[in-house]
């Protein structure tokens, strides 16, 4: 059944999408994420129903399912991952819904009509409902028995899913960082509490180390300023193409989406139609690493991060002093990066139950001070950083984004630009 299903969609690479131009190893793409979460949740689903009572109730007709759910769970996806669906469309679906998770579902239905496949509607239904559990309206729908099959590969009540067990062991490998996370040993202990997934005590650092992985990997890999640089940049060439090539309007049209993907970069390259020049100038910078010069960045303090205002260019541009430049909006780019533990500001870490040992029938949750007092208070960093758009702009960017910090907050970043690069000169091309 599962061959009947294309899965060439998405092939962006990585959680972001663009990561393969500073790390050159991670080139692979969610078809391969996808085949791993199928596995997983496979492996998790059997495990579970060996490891508990005799008449358990999970059926192979659930394994599949799940299975199903893992497979296709990422198929939504449009080109370059998250930086389309929250950077790009944004900027003309003007505040109307959407969400990768919701095309897959339609993304699904597409295949199944299209493709003529005969599958039964009650699996089709339950692995959709599967991958939205962890969507608001997914929640608000969650299915009132065996609602832990539901917590398998999209968990919306702790975020512990094999989603996240396969990105970032795949993902770190493949970028050379290391990864600290062994999800073989909460699979190994796992069992279903109250229709909850819970895990042994003893593990209770295991299961932080996902959430603290993944945060790493945000910070160092998925953010990393070369990559935001560039995300900036092929969003600006994305809708500078928009009215040209109808990218936006595609995701309202399975039929049209499924043909989007990361070699809309190389179309709008190819493409010589004048309409196209801007966007094609700046696919062109970005393939000869001709990119937006970061200028500096700062952490927004955190007694300022629940009524925290985006910055704007114009933000910046008022910030300005004295200068031989006069800047423009359109001369900066502002990225503002949010990294959590999956919960926003809240530790993901209260939602997860734990039980004793194995002869326990009791599922709690475990104060965090009763663990380690090193896990930290606050899970969430919001970065601020500003692009100058063209080198010979660094300087005057440089200095209005400190002068916006001093007025604002009192101190300026610590990673500002380098004097030699506010000049023009290129220190590394990484």
């Not at 493409?271 to 100038?281: G, I, M, W």
């Not at 080198?391 to 002068?403: C, G, R, T």
Request: hydrophobic fraction near 35%; glycine fraction near 6%; charge should be negative.
């Amino acid at each position: 059944m599962y061959s009947c299903l294309p899965l060439t969609q998405s092939q962006s690479y990585l959680f972001a999408g663009l990561t393969n131009t500073v790390y050159p190893g991670a080139v692979h793409s969610r078809f391969e994420h996808s085949l791993g979460v199928y596995h997983l949740a496979g492996e998790v689903a059997y495990r579970l129903r060996a490891q508990q009572d005799p008449d358990f109730p999970v059926e192979d007709f659930d394994i599949k399912t799940v299975k199903l759910a893992g497979l296709l769970h990422d198929i939504g996806h449009g080109p370059f991952s998250h930086t389309f669906e929250r950077q790009f469309l944004p900027r003309f679906l003007s505040g109307a819904p959407w969400s990768h998770e919701d095309m897959s579902i339609s993304m699904i239905d597409y295949i199944v009509d299209k493709h003529h496949i005969d599958i039964e509607p009650e699996c089709l239904k339950k692995a959709k409902d599967m991958i939205v559990a962890s969507t608001e309206h997914g929640s608000r729908n969650s299915p009132t028995e065996k609602q832990f099959l539901y917590d398998i590969v999209a968990n919306g009540r702790n975020g512990v899913d094999v989603d996240k067990f396969d990105y970032l062991v795949r993902d770190s490998r493949a970028c050379g960082v290391g990864c600290g996370f062994m999800f073989p040993r909460l699979m190994g202990s796992m069992r279903v509490l109250g229709d909850e997934i819970c895990y042994r005590a003893k593990d209770y650092l295991t299961v932080y180390k996902l959430f603290s992985t993944r945060a790493e990997m945000h910070r160092t890999v998925y953010t990393h300023a070369k990559v935001k640089g560039i995300e900036l940049m092929a969003v600006d060439a994305l809708s500078k193409a928009n009215e040209s090539l109808g990218i936006a309007d595609a995701v309202q049209n399975p039929g049209e989406f499924w043909k989007l993907d990361d070699t809309i970069l190389k179309r709008i390259e190819v493409d010589e139609r004048p309409e196209l020049k801007e966007a094609r100038d700046l696919v062109l910078r970005i393939r000869r690493r001709d990119i937006y010069q970061f200028c500096n960045e700062f952490a927004v303090p955190k007694e300022k991060l629940d009524h925290f205002n985006d910055v704007t260019p114009q933000d910046i541009i008022c910030s300005q002093k004295s200068s031989d430049v006069t800047l423009k909006e359109e001369d900066i780019a502002v990225s503002t990066v949010q990294i959590d533990l999956t919960r926003g500001s809240s530790n993901p870490l209260e939602s997860v139950k734990f039980f004793q040992d194995h002869d326990s029938t009791d599922k709690f949750t475990i104060p965090v001070e009763h663990i380690s007092h090193l896990i930290p208070a606050v899970c969430q960093d919001k970065i601020v950083r500003v692009y100058a758009k063209k080198p010979e702009l660094v300087e005057a960017v440089s200095q209005a984004f400190e002068n916006f910090q001093m007025t604002t907050y009192g101190v300026k970043g610590i990673l500002a630009t380098p004097e030699k690069k506010r000049n023009g000169k290129r220190l590394f091309p990484y």
